[in-house]
């Protein structure tokens, strides 16, 4: 009795201090994930508290999780369609058990959770007449950002932010056609599992390319992987019509001609970035920043939102270093094979430096070296230099590029000189060594 007293006045406190940091905070952003943190890192710097603010219904870091495992089970299904085309002998013909792989991934992704000793809290969020209720508070924050914000609390439209959650634990089987509308990393990683699956996937992009802001090299291996796995790949097109009433047809054109697709199941538009400021009434407002897939905009999405909320701090002409703060985070993105890039594309770095030297090794991995169905494995570096020339930028397309590419930028922040990558000796993955050779 005596301990049940103990943590319910424990629990009282907690909760207490709880409402107290939502009332008070500097700046409270809301389903923010890694981009609020990249953020919350920054400001600590400046002694801004920010505080991180998890809803009920956000669904990105689960989703995430289930895409692992998924992403897993295509590289598997992959793998064995590379050895029956030589000398390694499968058996049977490659067809997905979905039932079984399900529960397989579940357990996976519980065991993942039960390891995180962190738990974040989950919240309410309300906005009413211009403020922000939190578990039924109003805050007084002086800034709040909202990310990916929406008022729709239903759970069974399925989306590119819940898509892995929905394969795994509501569909039956694997879609058998899928429409995706949007050229970035979500849609890119979606197109190319599904279709490792077994799914006929068309993508169509208002873009010339897949993934604009990326390097060239990855842009047209990753366009070239999605037409090898049968994707129907539409550019400079437009979504005109979609219509759900029964089985779902989707109309599209590029201007000149119209197409129309039907009898498809899912229809998957990525979110373009937006960031929108709404105008501070009083100084009892606060001040509310909507920000749209920032993920989408790395790297420049939070140069934007500290130069709007705190342009005192972060003035426009001290941009470049803020630049400098953000510029070696990498990116992975979760082909099959996979991509990874971290620093500046070679135009960025031409804008920036007068001396930029690129090196693009093109070369087929080991693991492809007897198959009749080959990938390209192909790499761009960017080296730049004023006094002393260093590695600016790595842009890697083939397998183990994730892996490749965390232990380089982390070098990357030391600044790597030629002479630094040519006394590295890469011992896995084998790829490595083609960053260090040239």
């Not at 803020?322 to 993105?333: A, K, M, Y």
């Amino acid at each position: 009795m005596h301990e049940n007293k103990i943590e319910s006045m424990k629990r009282e406190n907690q909760e207490t201090n709880q409402r107290e940091e939502i009332k008070h905070d500097e700046l409270i952003i809301i389903n923010g994930g890694s981009f609020g943190k990249r953020i919350q890192n920054i400001l600590s710097s400046h002694n801004i508290n920010v505080q991180l603010i998890t809803t009920s219904n956000y669904t990105n870091i689960t989703n995430r999780l289930y895409l692992l495992q998924v992403y897993g089970v295509s590289s598997a299904i992959q793998r064995k369609q590379y050895y029956s085309d030589y000398s390694i002998n499968t058996t049977g013909n490659i067809t997905v058990n979905w039932s079984n792989i399900k529960d397989i991934i579940k357990k996976r992704v519980d065991e993942v959770k039960r390891s995180i000793k962190h738990t974040e809290n989950t919240y309410s969020v309300k906005e009413v007449n211009e403020h922000i209720y939190i578990n039924n508070i109003k805050s007084t924050a002086s800034n709040i950002v909202l990310v990916d914000y929406t008022t729709d609390t239903s759970t069974d439209t399925v989306t590119l932010d819940n898509i892995w959650i929905k394969l795994v634990n509501d569909m039956e089987s694997i879609p058998k056609s899928v429409f995706i509308s949007g050229g970035n990393k979500k849609s890119v990683e979606t197109a190319s599992i599904l279709s490792d699956l077994g799914c006929k996937v068309y993508v169509s992009t208002s873009d010339e390319v897949f993934l604009s802001l990326y390097e060239k090299n990855i842009q047209e291996s990753v366009k070239n992987l999605l037409l090898e796995k049968g994707v129907t790949v539409f550019f400079k097109s437009q979504v005109i019509s979609v219509n759900k009433t029964n089985s779902i047809t989707v109309t599209i054109s590029d201007g000149s001609i119209t197409q129309t697709l039907s009898n498809l199941e899912y229809f998957l538009s990525e979110n373009e970035y937006s960031i929108t400021q709404d105008i501070q009434k009083t100084e009892e407002n606060p001040r509310i920043t909507r920000i749209t897939s920032p993920n989408n905009y790395l790297k420049h999405a939070e140069i934007d939102l500290l130069t709007r909320i705190y342009p005192d701090i972060f003035p426009i002409r001290d941009i470049s270093v803020l630049q400098d703060t953000f510029r070696l985070t990498p990116s992975f993105i979760y082909t099959n094979p996979p991509a990874a890039s971290v620093g500046y594309t070679e135009i960025e770095a031409n804008k920036i430096y007068s001396n930029v030297r690129v090196i693009n090794p093109k070369f087929r991995g080991l693991f492809y070296s007897v198959c009749q169905n080959k990938s390209i494995t192909d790499y761009k570096l960017i080296f730049t230099s004023d006094n002393n020339e260093v590695l600016s930028g790595l842009h890697l397309f083939g397998i183990s590029s994730i892996d490749i590419i965390k232990g380089f930028s982390i070098g990357m922040y030391c600044k790597l000189s030629p002479e630094d990558i040519l006394s590295t000796i890469p011992i896995h993955p084998t790829s490595s060594e083609e960053v260090i050779t040239g």
